[in-house]
């Protein structure tokens, strides 16, 4: 288990790297989606593959996590991560962080039955648990700066521009390409 010195002085290190040499923190993440058949999807990135689907009730097979599964997992993972490392950072005592996060959903907006329903989250709730022996003021800052630093309370926060590509491959034909935005 890595240890709070460890973690501190991992990302001392990267404050510094990126402090005196930006470009070694601007990066493009990539990952590939792949679904061959049914709805089994297998996501490769950095060397590591993730497989998803979707439950029986819209098609799937239940096969593994749906991907608002692990995005939920993501977020609430962010938090938890990231409050633990702002503790290690400024040498505060955590025993344990427990992240609860609830999200509201209306499979009518996903599913295309009301134009007016976002398929998106409604909602989206956080209920953190800090065991620790620091005060109350230091947790409730600690868990302010985690959040206002937290990439992906970033990402639900502000929108994103989403940009993509189509390319459609007809069986054994030409490709097209087009541009979309």
């Known amino acids: 288990m890595q240890d709070v010195p460890a973690i501190k002085s991992a990302l ?3 404050v510094k790297t990126v402090t005196l040499r930006p470009e070694r923190g601007q990066r493009v993440y990539r990952n590939v989606a792949s679904v ?4 089994v999807c297998q996501v490769e990135e950095s060397g590591r593959t993730l497989s998803l689907d979707v439950g029986k009730a819209v098609g ?9 599964m692990v995005l939920r997992s993501a977020m609430s993972g962010c938090v938890a991560i990231g409050i633990r490392q702002w503790a290690a950072r400024r040498d505060m005592p955590v025993d344990q962080v427990e992240v609860v996060l609830e999200t509201d959903v209306d499979a009518r907006g996903q599913l295309g039955v009301r134009e007016d329903i ?9 209920a953190i ?6 005060s109350l003021e230091e947790i409730e800052d600690l868990v302010a700066t985690s959040l206002q630093y937290s ?7 502000k929108p994103q521009p989403v940009e993509h590509r189509l390319e459609v491959v007809a069986s054994g034909a030409a ?3 087009t541009e979309l935005t």
């Open 175 to 177: 490709t097209y390409c």
């Open 129 to 134: 648990t800090v065991t620790s022996p620091a």
């Open 60 to 68: 799937g097979n239940d096969a593994g996590p749906n991907p608002s």
């Open 36 to 39: 061959r058949e049914g709805t």
């Open 151 to 157: 990439p992906l309370i970033d990402v639900f926060r």
């Open 118 to 126: 976002t398929p998106g989250f409604q909602g989206v709730r956080l």
């Open 12 to 14: 001392e290190r990267a």
